[in-house]
Structures are given as C-alpha cells and as structure tokens.
C-alpha cells in the first residue's frame, strides 16, 4: 500500500495504527469538547444578561475555545481522514485536494493566531484584575 503522509516516516504500520488511534480516541474527546463548550455558551449568552467584566471575559474566552478546538480537530484530523482518498474516484478526493494545496499551509497560521488571541485574552483579564485590586488599595 502506498502512503500519502510525511514521506520521511517509514513505519507504515505504526502511522496507520496511530492514525487509526487517534481517530478512534481523541476524535470523540474533542467532539465531546466542542460539545461542552457550546453548552457553556449557551448558558452565558441566554438571559440574564450579565456584563461584568468576568462575565465579558468568559464569553470571549468560550468563543475562543470553540474556535481552538474546531481548528485544532480540522487541522489535525483532516489530513489523517485523507491519507485514503488520493484518487480521483475515492469519496472525498476533492476536498482532500483541497487540504494538500491549500489548507494544509493556512490553517497552521490560522492556529497560531487564535492560539496568540487566546494569550492576549487571558492577559488581559489579568491585567483588569491587577488594576481593580490597586484600584482598592488606593
């Protein structure tokens, strides 16, 4: 069988079971994550309406995490699922084309730049707690 991943790795069988691990695994975690994440945001975006700062904070913070690990599970597990359609006839042959020619150099940017949203975020909301408590000590 013909391998269509990183042409240095030359255990075949051992990509293929980890492959098959991964899919298998921690496919269903990170559903189940996306899952909880949404619900969270559910419950904060429904009424009562809070707009404190923490509530403010936890709301971008949610959709931030969703966006993480909807990118992260693209990124990783789009190219396992099209390691079997590289021919013209397979089912996803086209939007596997699509990963290798396009996808595959932009979601890692992409990535990295919700991941440096994600910093920010948090150093932002430690920075307005920094600020409250000398605000009271003064």
């Known amino acids: 069988m013909v391998c269509y991943h990183e042409p240095r790795i030359h255990d075949h ?11 298998l695994l921690l496919l269903p975690i990170a559903l189940i994550g996306i899952l909880c994440n949404a619900c969270a945001m559910v419950s904060l975006y429904r009424p009562p309406k809070i707009t404190s700062g923490v509530f403010v904070y936890l709301k971008a913070l949610l959709l931030l995490d969703a966006l993480m690990l909807t990118t992260t599970l693209a990124a990783e597990f789009f190219p396992q699922i099209c390691d079997q359609h590289h021919a013209k006839n397979h089912t996803f042959y086209k939007p596997c084309m ?8 932009t979601m890692p940017r992409v990535e ?27």
């Not at 069988?13 to 899919?23: D, S, T, V």
């Not at 990295?112 to 003064?138: F, G």
């Open 98 to 105: 699509l990963e290798r020619r396009f996808l595959k150099y």
């Open 112 to 138: 990295i730049t919700i991941h440096t949203l994600h910093v920010w975020t948090i150093a932002t909301l430690s920075a307005h707690r920094y600020w409250k408590v000398l605000l009271k000590l003064l």
């Open 13 to 23: 069988e051992l990509y293929f079971q980890l492959r098959n691990l991964n899919l």
